[in-house]
């Protein structure tokens, strides 16, 4: 699958609005911070696409189990310090994530 599409979709709903973003538009996210989006691309439109649901909460109950649960600041325990100080931008802007990857499945 060409993920590419996706990336640019979400780029363009998701970066403008992003506390990272430099003011000449850069992502200030590097070396050991990374945007969770960038990370976790394929995992995050597989994760879309297996859910039909007009319930954000139904995606982000599949987000937490395929893809949280692999990033390296989640907690055995399934809580994230990212998370839990609006500090995950993935988190914080997976609803426009999710509308950025539909919008690319409906055209």
Do not use: W
């Amino acid at each position: 699958m060409d993920y590419e599409p996706y990336r640019r979709a979400i780029s363009k709903k998701v970066c403008g609005h992003c506390i990272d973003l430099a003011e000449d538009g850069r992502c200030t996210l590097t070396g050991e911070e990374r945007c969770g989006v960038e990370l976790y691309l394929e995992k995050i439109v597989d994760v879309v696409h297996s859910i039909k649901s007009t319930n954000l909460a139904d995606y982000v109950q599949a987000l937490r189990k395929q893809v949280c649960s692999s990033c390296k600041n989640q907690n055995p325990d399934g809580t994230c310090r990212l998370r839990g100080e609006a500090d995950c931008g993935l988190d914080r802007y997976f609803a426009l994530v999710v509308e950025a990857i539909e919008e690319v499945d409906t055209r």
